[in-house]
């Protein structure tokens, strides 16, 4: 089993919608989540942290379930430039462990 | 810019050898890593390092050296490179306990 697993996608939806990503992990003891966006050919880039309590900014909404070991990101109205790949991102021991990422297309 | 550079952009290698993929950042962090990406696997850590003089393994170290001698460097050293090493590589650094990585802009890498 994969250590973060995430829907790779992708998820093809007209702008304006509203989109949720799930990911998973297995490490119980984990204390630091995020989640990234990568564009195609470009370096991941830091969206956002993942509080226990969620955590918003703008349209980007993030919670987590540690219960049931659960990450989840709401993307609300959703633009052509929010196109990337999304990344789950989840700390064991002072390293960082990355989703395979899952896919999101916005079309006009 | 402040932020990690990574050299070079893109690199062809034959089978067998070796060569340094740099990386250097100014921010002053302590914890740096690299990660090699390829389709469907996401990110996996190869190398990391929590400062000066201090390495360790990641998830896939085989084929790959490091070292640490500054604050700001952290190359990588492919010893005899294999088409398995065909991959993305990425450099991130950050501060011990932060929130977050920075990565670099990534080194494009075929191995023939």
């Known amino acids: 089993r994969k250590e973060v697993e995430q829907d790779p996608g992708p998820f093809n939806v007209p702008e304006g919608a509203t989109v949720a990503f799930n990911c998973t992990y297995s490490?119980?003891?984990?204390?630091?989540f995020f989640w990234y966006r990568q564009d195609c050919r470009k370096e991941p880039k830091l969206l956002m942290s993942?509080?226990?309590s969620g955590n918003e900014d703008g349209r980007f909404t993030a919670q987590l379930n540690r219960a049931s070991q659960y990450i989840s990101l709401l993307i609300r109205d959703s633009k052509l430039s929010d196109s990337a790949t999304y990344l789950c991102?989840?700390?064991?021991?002072?390293?960082?462990?990355f989703g395979a990422g899952t896919i999101l297309r916005v079309k006009s | 810019n402040a932020g990690v550079t990574q050299t070079p952009k893109f690199q062809v290698l034959k089978t067998g050898q070796s060569m340094t993929l740099q990386c250097a950042q100014d921010m002053n962090h302590e914890y740096m890593s690299w990660y090699r990406q390829d389709p469907g696997m996401g990110l996996r850590l190869i190398h990391y390092s929590v400062g000066a003089g201090i390495t360790d393994q990641g998830e896939v170290p085989n084929g790959y050296n490091v070292s640490r001698s500054t604050t700001e460097d952290f190359p990588l050293r492919l010893l005899s490179a294999a088409p398995s090493q065909t991959s993305v590589y990425f450099c991130a650094s950050s501060a011990l306990g932060g929130a977050g990585y920075t990565f670099g802009s990534g080194t494009r890498l075929t191995v023939v």
């Open positions: 490490n119980s003891a984990s204390q630091s």
């Open positions: 993942v509080y226990s």
């Open positions: 991102v989840v700390n064991k021991g002072n390293k960082l462990v």
